[in-house]
């Protein structure tokens, strides 16, 4: 019964077929690629992955194949997990949604062996919010899978806001994920199909009339060839027409067989279409054979389908609602007799009508999709529970909690509250106190924080509220003041919530509490104080021994020193000390992971770059997954940017887009910033100059930090342009400045901690901008060199000194601190192990022969006596001139100066033009003949 | 498809569609060099209907620019992903149109404008009109709805987004001085001349102009987004109504606008 023999020839895609096997076969940086195939239904997508699959697995690759649902509630990561179950893989619960991700990632891994892995899924514009995020994290990259992904969605369903939809947006800027948009066959290639299915025998006129008919459908071009084949006069005028014409020549139990079906969740097995089809079995079987003859099901391993989803459309609408009741009804007896599939059984039975019987199974779905850190497919099945319920039933309180929760962990703010206003009115709600709690952590978090302190207040004086309820309220509201920047309230009230918590309260309270007074007293300049409360926090957290409440602890107090504090040795050492502690305990994998990342940055600012990758490597082999590996991969890429490693940093970068395509808006910031500063050093700097000004388009007016780190990045490549003989942007460059107007103005009402911070961006700001306009001043960058190296963070105050020596030789000024600032600049980057910026270094000392140490050669291969045709050229493109001169190619000279091949062609065209010359030949020439 | 729907610029035109812009600079960018290609597409050159759409747009747009380089929104990472979003709804019709009935693919609401490129003529007014009508009430709920599903944020009443989704009304508002107060009582009569479903829609909120509507289909859509069966529902509903004003606004009806 095997149906794919009986496919027509594949007729119009040997290109696109040989570009996809092709796209899957070359993996990005990763070691990951996507293609993700987009197309009308009918046009041939599940047709061409399956011939994709097949090709994969003759060229060596393990192929795994899952088909999203279209009944709305699929169950979370549904399609790899049934894809999994064809090998004997069946996923268990984990203990968190990291943890899951992993798992599902190492039973990936166990099937692939030593192949590379291909996962195909079809009608992927079905699939649940867990399997688009599964996707993401192995596109990443982080489930350590050699993973090629082959997906078909259907371009009717990205009309209109479909997730999907910005999903691809963003991931085809990526360089190993293609999007191929299926077209239509055109009119020669449609009458070869009809040629083909015809067998030749087929007038010119016909086959004109199929193609317009079709519009180059290849389904329905292939169904009315058969009816011109089989002598059908008449050419059916839509898709509609051929297939209910088809389904009155089937003999009746084929009728039943193919009604049935359409009914089903596919795959549907032989079993229960047994149950569902009244037949005696031999009967059953003639049956599907002649629905299978006629080509409106196919059978495979797993069971029946039908040939295609637009067929049960059609058929849909063909069904009398009492037939498709019963027909439900039928299903679900069936299948409750086996192991009970929940979502399956819930479709059926509100299908058939039965409310009360789809319940069970309706909550049995939203627990178990709980189980699987479903929250959005949770909340679905808890909403449909609601659906199920009258208000008189007395389980409908506490569905009305689950529903209000899980809408809440899904971000669903809005339906949390409505659900927990409705919850409130019911008799036996719970207590005022509680629900006031839960709306003021729902507001919260929906960002209506006035009504969310009201809400807290409301709490605290609510006569019901016990002690341990109003020591946990005033701590959630001391934080949430904090975060609102209202420091001597957030303080006050975290006074109150220790004490409190301190003789009623939890030991997470404890700890919220005194986070909350540590970083306010630090922010109104009394940081002992503050220190010593979340010192003793963790005291405390040590002795309860729970891993949560030692994470949290050991995280604020090493956030405190390296944020607001900026001890930053201690912090690293507490960070340190406390993932340590967690690893000895073998639990609390998030906070290890999260407490790495502070040491990680700790030591980057601090310069120890090669312990900062240590420490990043440990942490990424607890496999963080969301915004913890985005952190994680943001944080590494900073390291590879800074040691020149230009193929890791994209590769994180990458990384990074695809886990961002997925949502998380705080971290398109960082990786703009990193983006524009890896350019840089590649001599790119009109990329550099896109990132920076689109950051400016997306930064608060009250992140000053972010607005600081992102104007210093802009003008930075604007002096740069500058440096290197290209324009500057005048509209981007009066735009930084206006960014650092805003900062100015706005860095008197910054905490005193964060001041510092934005004073040390100003003066870079400030230094950029006199290079930006060639005045060659080293004063703002002796500034600005101060400031940092007080803040104790090496690279920009080393950064600071190239540039203040640069200056100061520009100008033929004071070339003995000029010389000693550079060697102390030069020392600095190689002891962290900059190459990009140390070469930089040495490229200025050598222009102005300085000695920097015993190995770093003096005299520069370049000029000495410039004659008159070189000082035409700039810095940069003597560079690369002389570089040209020995032979390498642009290539090589790109890599030799950190700066792209594009770059150098336009550096090498510029010679040429100052030179008069036309070939590489007479330019070294030139050049030679020079020096 | 039809390949010679845009004419001498057919190469030019599907050339600067293969890029998805993903900033506002880079839309800005975008509608740009469109609108350089469109003034040259016959027969009617600069004065076709769509160029007219086009113009307005890129002013609004540069608008928005602006006032993000400014700091003058309270949440710049919304309203760029909102203009974004927004931009690429545009640019996906333009991509999907090939011609009348031969376009499943491009909403009826823009096909309503796109057809009457090549004429007959009409004022540019009820042109741009009718382009403002397909972008705003069509597209603009579904940008809306896939932005706040991208932040991970509802749209609320009141919140920072909603406030910067109602400065753009002025940013609309002086860049179309034919919508501003006065002139909306001739819009109103023109909106009693359709049949009720119309007025339904409308529910009197002529002055703030049609971004309200927007905000609340958006919400709307957002109650029903996991659904996809309802969603399209929706969509096509929104996409029938719309059309049948912009067919309105491209009648001879239409000109009285100006």
């Known amino acids: ?931 | 498809m039809n390949q010679s729907v845009w004419g001498p610029v057919q190469r030019e035109m599907s050339d600067l569609l293969q890029g998805h812009p993903d900033d506002v600079p880079a839309v800005v960018e975008q509608l740009k060099e469109l609108q350089g290609i469109l003034g040259h597409v016959p027969p009617l050159l600069r004065g076709n209907p769509l160029c007219d759409f086009n113009q307005l747009y890129l002013t609004i747009t540069e608008g928005v620019l602006e006032r993000l380089y400014a700091g003058e929104f309270k949440d710049p990472a919304f309203l760029s992903r909102l203009d974004v979003e927004f931009a690429a709804r545009y640019f996906d019709a333009l991509r999907a149109w090939a011609g009348a009935d031969a376009s499943p693919r491009c909403p009826e609401v823009w096909a309503c404008l796109f057809q009457r490129i090549p004429g007959p003529d009409c004022r540019p007014l009820p042109s741009a009109c009718a382009g403002v009508n397909a972008h705003i009430n069509y597209d603009l709920p579904f940008a809306l709805v896939t932005t706040f599903d991208h932040l991970g944020t509802d749209p609320i009443d009141d919140s920072d987004q909603h406030h910067d989704y109602l400065e753009i009304n002025e940013i609309f508002a002086d860049a179309i001085p034919g919508l501003r107060r006065g002139y909306l009582e001739k819009w109103q009569l023109l909106i009693d001349t359709m049949n009720g479903c119309l007025d339904d829609w409308w529910q009197g909120e002529a002055v703030e102009y049609t971004r309200n509507v927007a905000w609340r289909n958006a919400q709307k859509l957002w109650g029903v987004r996991h659904d996809m069966t309802a969603t399209d529902r929706e969509r096509a509903g929104l996409d029938k109504t719309a059309a049948g004003l912009s067919r309105l606004l491209l009648s001879p009806l239409g000109s009285f606008l100006q």
């Open chain 1, 1 to 931: 019964m095997a149906s794919e023999e009986e496919d027509g020839p594949l007729v119009g895609r040997t290109g696109t077929l040989a570009q996809i096997l092709s796209d899957l076969r070359s993996a990005g940086p990763g070691g990951t690629s996507a293609v993700f195939v987009t197309g009308e239904s009918g046009v041939g997508k599940s047709r061409l992955l399956r011939e994709t699959a097949v090709s994969m697995r003759d060229a060596g690759f393990a192929v795994l194949s899952g088909t999203c649902l279209d009944i709305g509630d699929a169950s979370p990561l549904h399609p790899v997990l049934q894809a999994l179950r064809q090998f004997d893989h069946n996923v268990q619960p984990a203990g968190s949604a990291g943890a899951l991700l992993d798992r599902v990632s190492q039973d990936l891994r166990e099937v692939a062996g030593e192949r590379r892995l291909l996962l195909v899924l079809d009608d992927l514009q079905w699939a649940d919010r867990s399997t688009r995020q599964l996707l993401l994290y192995l596109l990443a990259g982080l489930g350590d899978v050699k993973i090629a992904v082959l997906a078909a969605v259907r371009a009717e369903a990205l009309q209109g806001a479909h997730p999907l939809r910005k999903v691809l947006a963003e991931l085809r800027r990526l360089r190993s994920v293609r999007v191929v948009d299926l077209a239509p066959l055109d009119r020669d290639q449609t009458v070869e199909l009809v040629t083909a299915i015809t067998h030749g025998k087929v007038e010119p006129e016909d086959a004109d009339r199929v193609f317009k008919r079709s519009g180059g459908n290849p389904f329905v071009a292939e169904e009315l060839a058969r009816d011109l084949r089989d002598g059908r006069v008449e050419l059916s005028d839509t898709l509609r027409e051929i297939f209910l014409s088809r389904v009155d020549e089937l003999p009746a139990d084929a009728h039943s067989v193919v009604h049935a079906i359409a009914a089903g969740v596919e795959p549907v097995s032989h079993p229960v279409l047994a149950a569902v089809v009244p037949l005696a079995e031999a009967q059953l079987i003639e049956a599907v054979r002649a629905a299978v003859a006629h080509r409106f099901v196919i059978s495979d391993s797993e069971g029946y389908r039908l040939r295609h989803r637009l067929v049960a459309e059609i058929l849909a609408d063909e069904v009398l609602p009492a037939e498709a009741t019963v027909l439900h009804r039928r299903y679900a007896e069936a299948l409750s007799l086996a192991e009970p599939d929940h979502p399956r059984l819930a479709h059926h039975w509100q299908k058939a009508g039965e409310p009360s019987r789809a319940l069970p199974s309706v909550v049995a779905s939203a627990r178990s999709a709980e189980e699987l850190y479903g929250f959005t497919e949770a909340h679905r099945y808890w909403s449909s529970a609601l659906e199920l319920t009258t208000a008189d039933a007395p389980e409908r309180t506490e569905l009305l909690a689950h529903a209000a929760e899980s809408a809440h962990q899904c971000g669903e703010h809005l339906r949390a509250l409505s659900r927990l206003d409705e919850l409130s009115g019911r008799p036996d709600a719970p207590s005022p106190c509680d629900l006031h709690l839960r709306r003021a952590r729902y507001l919260a978090a929906a960002g209506r924080t006035a009504t969310a302190e009201a809400e807290y207040e409301r709490a605290l004086e609510s006569p019901d509220c016990s002690p341990r309820q109003r020591a946990s309220a005033a701590a959630y509201l001391a934080e949430l003041l904090l975060h609102l920047g209202r420091y001597a309230d957030a303080n006050a009230r975290a006074v109150d919530a220790l004490e409190m918590a301190e003789v009623n309260g939890s030991t997470a309270d404890l700890v919220r509490a005194s986070a909350a007074l540590g970083f306010s007293a630090a922010f109104r300049e009394d940081p002992d104080a503050g220190l010593a409360v979340i010192r003793n926090a963790v005291d405390i957290a040590e002795r309860s021994g729970h891993p949560d409440e030692l994470g949290v602890a050991y995280l604020h107090l090493a956030e405190l020193l390296t944020g607001p504090l900026n001890n930053i040795e201690e912090g690293v050492l507490v960070a340190r000390r406390g993932a340590e502690r967690l690893a000895s305990l073998g639990a609390g994998r998030t906070y290890q992971t999260r407490l790495l990342a502070v040491a990680a940055k700790g030591l980057f600012r601090v310069g120890q770059w090669s312990e900062a990758d240590a420490v990043l490597e440990t942490a990424m082999r607890h496999r963080p997954s969301g915004a913890d590996a985005v952190e994680l991969l943001l944080s590494r890429c900073q390291l590879w940017v800074g040691f020149g490693d230009v193929e890791a940093a994209h590769r994180d970068l990458d990384a990074v887009a695809t886990l961002l395509a997925g949502g998380g808006a705080r971290h398109v910031l960082p990786m703009l910033t990193l983006r524009a500063g890896l350019a840089m050093w590649q001599g790119e700097h009109p990329t550099a100059r896109a990132s920076v000004q689109r950051g400016l388009t997306e930064t608060r007016s009250d992140d000053l930090v972010l607005i600081g780190v992102l104007a210093w990045h802009g003008l930075r490549a604007e002096a740069e342009a500058h440096a290197a003989g290209l324009p500057v942007d005048a509209g981007a460059l009066r735009r930084l400045k206006v960014a650092v107007e805003r900062m100015a103005a706005g860095v008197g009402n910054a905490a005193a901690p964060v001041r510092a911070v934005i004073d040390g961006y100003l003066d870079l700001c400030a230094a950029e901008l006199s290079r930006v306009e060639g005045r060659q001043d080293p004063a703002p960058w002796a500034k600005a060199a101060v400031v940092w190296d007080k803040r104790g963070q090496p690279y920009p105050a080393a950064y600071s000194r190239l540039r203040q020596a640069e200056a100061a030789l520009q100008r033929r000024s004071r070339k003995a601190t000029a010389a000693v600032a550079l060697r102390e600049a030069y020392a600095t980057a190689t002891a962290m192990g900059a190459r990009p910026f140390a070469a930089e270094i040495v490229s200025v000392a050598q222009r102005y022969k300085v000695a920097l140490a015993g190995d770093v050669a003096v005299v520069p291969p370049v000029e000495s006596d410039v004659t008159d045709e070189l000082s035409l050229l700039t810095t940069r493109e003597r560079e690369v001139l002389a570089a040209l001169a020995e032979g390498l190619t642009n290539r090589e000279i790109g890599e030799r100066l950190f700066i792209s091949e594009r770059t150098v062609g336009v550096h090498v065209g510029h010679i040429f033009d100052k030179l008069q010359v036309r070939t590489r030949v007479q330019a070294s020439r030139v050049y030679l003949t020079a020096a």
